[in-house]
């Protein structure tokens, strides 16, 4: 004899072959599921306020009353008062949150304002405001301010702030990380997920 003629080699390839697309599944599955958990869990401390723990600086009394911090006392004096609960930094932005995984790249996943469901408005948004960016201002916002100013009731706490000075030539919106301290305060919680959730996907177990 010349060779070892071992038989049987084709099954054991396609066996091989099923348990590798078994794994690529089981992968494939825990990573979205923890894809969709930490997506939840950014939309929820984006409505808190604090991404990863981290509390965002507090609005500015300009930015407090459009987002209808006390809604009805700028009207008028003696107008009936109706108080809205102060809503925190990019609390909108929240609605926007996705998680994405890119076709052909199983174990690749984002979370945050990513993927082709997410709007490029929203894309450029959270990426100016997690920069910071300053606007100039220019004299129709001068006067659209003056305006406003002056349809408060003299009363208002906030009136004072719509009369802007003279030297006031732009408005500075401070940086607001999010995606940086939301992944330093769960990235190893995430891979423990992983982790388990492939394990038990693997042995069999819905996840």
């Given at each position: 004899?010349?060779?070892?003629?071992?038989?049987?080699?084709?099954?054991?390839?396609?066996?091989?072959?099923?348990?590798?697309?078994?794994?690529?599944?089981?992968?494939?599955?825990?990573?979205?599921?923890?894809?969709?958990?930490?997506?939840?869990?950014?939309?929820?401390?984006?409505?808190?306020?604090?991404?990863?723990?981290?509390?965002?600086?507090?609005?500015?009394?300009?930015?407090?009353?459009?987002?209808?911090?006390?809604?009805?006392?700028?009207?008028?004096?003696g107008a009936k008062k109706v108080y809205r609960r102060?809503?925190?930094?990019?609390?909108?932005?929240?609605?926007?949150?996705?998680?994405?995984?890119?076709?052909?790249?199983?174990?690749?996943?984002?979370?945050?304002?990513?993927?082709?469901?997410?709007?490029?408005?929203?894309?450029?948004?959270?990426?100016?405001?997690?920069?910071?960016?300053?606007?100039?201002?220019?004299?129709?916002?001068?006067?659209?301010?003056?305006?406003?100013?002056?349809?408060?009731?003299?009363?208002?706490?906030?009136?004072?702030?719509?009369?802007?000075?003279?030297?006031?030539?732009?408005?500075r919106t401070p940086a607001r990380p999010v995606i940086?301290?939301?992944?330093?305060?769960?990235?190893?919680?995430?891979?423990?997920?992983?982790?388990?959730?492939?394990?038990?996907?693997?042995?069999?177990?819905?996840?």
């Amino acid at each position: 004899m010349l060779s070892v003629e071992i038989r049987g080699m084709k099954a054991l390839a396609r066996a091989v072959s099923s348990f590798q697309k078994q794994e690529r599944k089981a992968l494939n599955v825990a990573v979205r599921v923890e894809g969709f958990r930490l997506m939840k869990r950014l939309k929820r401390e984006l409505r808190q306020g604090r991404p990863g723990g981290r509390p965002f600086s507090k609005l500015r009394r300009i930015s407090g009353y459009y987002e209808g911090k006390r809604l009805q006392e700028e009207i008028a004096p003696g107008a009936k008062k109706v108080y809205r609960r102060n809503r925190k930094a990019l609390v909108r932005a929240a609605t926007a949150v996705r998680y994405f995984i890119p076709k052909k790249k199983e174990t690749e996943m984002h979370v945050g304002w990513t993927g082709p469901a997410v709007s490029k408005s929203w894309k450029r948004i959270m990426k100016l405001q997690q920069e910071g960016f300053s606007a100039p201002v220019t004299d129709e916002i001068r006067r659209e301010f003056v305006r406003r100013g002056a349809a408060m009731a003299k009363r208002s706490l906030n009136r004072r702030y719509f009369f802007l000075r003279k030297t006031t030539t732009r408005f500075r919106t401070p940086a607001r990380p999010v995606i940086d301290p939301f992944w330093r305060a769960h990235r190893e919680e995430a891979w423990r997920n992983i982790r388990n959730n492939y394990r038990r996907k693997l042995s069999g177990e819905r996840i």
